[in-house]
């Protein structure tokens, strides 16, 4: 394999890493390093040749999309948080979410 596509894989390995970790300032890093190399790469090779590379694209799209789910969810307990709303939140065992208005709780446990 030419060493441009091995580097290619390894900043598409770089990405998952980072994506698992929540490394967001590693994703910025990254980012214009892919592009210039990808530019670089397609000039160079036929599909067939970076074929093998799709895998590991599709993995990061997959891997990237949780990410921005993980972002958009906590963006909308942060704005819970600060708009003042007085409800609790639990899980079930069953791991599906439970909403509590204080006044409920204090009164079950007396």
Do not use: W
């Amino acid at each position: 394999m030419d060493h441009d596509l091995v580097a290619a894989e390894g900043l598409l390995d770089q990405v998952h890493s980072a994506c698992l970790t929540a490394d967001f300032a590693k994703l910025a890093q990254l980012t214009p390093l892919i592009e210039e190399v990808f530019v670089q790469l397609a000039p160079l090779h036929g599909a067939k040749e970076l074929s093998g590379l799709e895998f590991k694209a599709l993995r990061n799209q997959r891997a990237l999309k949780s990410c921005l789910r993980g972002i958009a969810a906590a963006r909308r307990r942060v704005d819970e948080i600060a708009s003042g709303a007085h409800t609790r939140t639990t899980y079930s065992k069953k791991g599906t979410r439970i909403s509590m208005n204080p006044t409920e709780t204090q009164q079950r446990r007396f």
